[in-house]
């Protein structure tokens, strides 16, 4: 019995970690998707092309960003596309974009 | 698995050029037909999103990519057909995708097997079909005939139609007419027949002032951008271009340069650019999987998998879109972004993104100097089983400008990197 009891709990601790690691892949790919979403203008996970007159988002700051796509968001920082854009996007999901793109490049 | 590392093994050393075409594999984990901005698109994101992990085949018979956005300042005269068209290297050379150059001809869905036109065939766990467009010639008399015979050419497809389209204009006298007629909607680029209608203007103004644009639409007004576009018709173009809406081309007379119109007087031109209407590729219609009235593909939206076959992914300007989804390059980019994480996930067996969103933004030239653009972001609205245009969001110019000219150049090279998976840095 007593056996038999650990092997459960040992099977629900495999299959809890493997649920674990399930989630965290499709977290990571979601953002990953969330992210890719600004790659047409911005370059592929934000590097854009060298000397495109649209900005690279890879490697700033977290916060410079987020302040950057909130201005632009409500129209304090003037902008022709981008205004349009950002408020296509929750305030969690520009949060996100902008950890994603000051975190170390995939 | 060992003849792909070895193929990305030469590929990564730069060989990938001179070395012999890939042998086919018998299988592929994602067999991806059609390399266009959904197809390149959907092959670099599943090798992206799976950690290069997933095997990728990519079938398309064209020797290189030519991109359709850019193509109308061919025909304008301000840009080159080589500036658009660009290299697959870097889809197998930087990205490990086989790239075999051949057509897909058929699908056999229930055994999930593809068959080229060589007579090879290539089995699939997942199926990415992004087959573009169908032009369909037989819905206007004599329009097949008048483009086989080249006289009337579409140029809908960059490449050498459009260089041919170009040199129809180059030849045609000062005071010559040319007339472009644009199916009902929804058709490839909502934009792209009034941007046509724009800088073939310029070329005029600059070349042969004396000319006139004609602009026969079968719809009931411009489709895209329909105040900015009459704005700079209006201004800069006075007198010179004339948009006549519900003008329905029904049929054409090449050797007397006429279009016969729905309920109208026919038309005459020096150069005429029918566009006819247009349906899913031909391999989508003749494999049944363009389920809606046997012109588009219906999928599911959440993973872009189609609703007539099991592990069918379809993408870009072939399938029945959403409500306000364009049939645009940026769309295509953006469908294969979320069909890829979803094959991904698939093969993982993880969840499939319950969020996914699409943005879109298309940039129009007016003249050779100035650009428009509209925007939209699409979020995927689960009661619904369907993409929306997220409601506040979007737009467009608030009117032509400068800016929005640099914009669409940097765009297009960004997406063709994107894409193509070309070094951001070079």
Partial sequence: MTSLHFGTAAWLALALAGAARAQSTADALQLRS??????????????????????????????????????LRDGSRPSTVMQQIARGYTPAQLAQLAAYFAAPAP | MKRRELLVGAGALGLAACAAPPVLPGRAQVVVIGGGFGGATAARYVRLLSQQRVDVVMIEPQPRFVSCPGSNLVLAGTRRLEDLTLSYDALTGRHGITWVRDEASAIDTARKRVTLASGASIGYDKLVL?????????????????????????????????LALRRQLEAMPDGGVFAI?????????????????????????????????LVLDANADVVSKPALFKAAWRELYPGMVEYRPQHKAIGVDAARGTVRIELQDDVRADVLNVLPPMRAGALAVNSGLANAVNRWCRVNFIDFGSTAAQDVHVLGDAIQIAPGMPKSAHMANAHAKVAAAAI???????????????????????????????????????????????????????????????????WAQNIWADTLGLAPGT
């Fill in chain 2, 130 to 162: 992004s087959p573009g467009i169908e032009l369909m010639f037989d819905e206007v008399q004599g329009l097949r005939q008048a483009h086989d015979d080249g006289r009337l050419l579409q140029a809908w497809k960059a490449g050498p139609e459009t």
């Fill in chain 2, 181 to 213: 007629a644009i199916p009902e909607s929804p058709f490839r680029c909502p934009p792209g027949p009034y941007e046509r209608a724009s800088v073939v203007a310029a070329y005029f103004r600059r070349a042969k002032p004396r000319s006139k644009v």
């Fill in chain 1, 34 to 71: 969330l992210a890719a979403t600004c790659a047409a203008c911005h370059g592929t996970d934000g590097r854009a092309v060298a000397g495109a007159a649209m900005p690279a988002l890879q490697g700033r700051s977290r916060d410079e960003l987020l302040a950057q796509l909130n201005a």
């Fill in chain 2, 344 to 410: 991904v996930a698939q093969l993982s067996g993880v969840a499939v993104n319950a969020h996914p969103v699409l943005t879109n933004t298309c940039y129009s030239f007016v003249d050779d100097a100035n650009a428009i653009h509209v925007a939209s972001v699409h979020e995927y609205v689960a009661a619904e089983s369907t993409f929306k245009p997220v409601a506040g969001a979007g737009g467009v110019s608030a009117q032509r400008n400068e800016a929005e000219a640099a914009y669409a150049a940097a």
